[in-house]
């Protein structure tokens, strides 16, 4: 079965910088759209970035020319480096998979294949 699995996660300050990584198993993710999703405590799962299998992405407003996402095709691992982090920023980040080959989209309906999540506080 296709698995993903976050990691990456932990606690910086404001202004700091983060990388979150997803390797993903029996999932060949050079065709297939991928995403990263925030779900912060008492709100929805919001998507941030998406990446299409060409290399095509997609960004939430809130994140756009802070947060890049990327893949290594070669090693089957979706990064999301995040730069500029503040507080909003907290909250449980979860990769996604598409099952379909389709565009990008920010959509969590978009995606069949969900890592387990890695936790990300932004604090002083």
């Known amino acids: 079965q296709v698995q993903l699995a976050e990691s990456g996660g932990g606690s910086v300050q404001p202004g700091g910088s983060l990388r979150l990584s997803c390797a993903a198993s029996r999932y060949d993710i050079s065709d297939a759209p991928m995403a990263w999703f925030r779900q912060a405590i008492g709100k929805t799962r919001e998507g941030l970035a998406a990446?299409?299998?060409?290399?095509?992405?997609s960004y939430a407003d809130s994140v756009k020319g802070r947060f890049t996402i990327s893949k290594d095709n070669a090693k089957n691992t979706l990064y999301l480096q995040m730069t500029s982090l503040n507080p909003e920023g907290t909250g449980m980040y979860y990769c996604a998979a598409a099952r379909f080959l389709s565009v990008a989209s920010l959509w969590h309906g978009h995606y069949h294949y969900w890592g387990q999540g890695t936790q990300v506080t932004v604090s002083p």
């Open positions: 990446i299409g299998g060409g290399g095509g992405t």
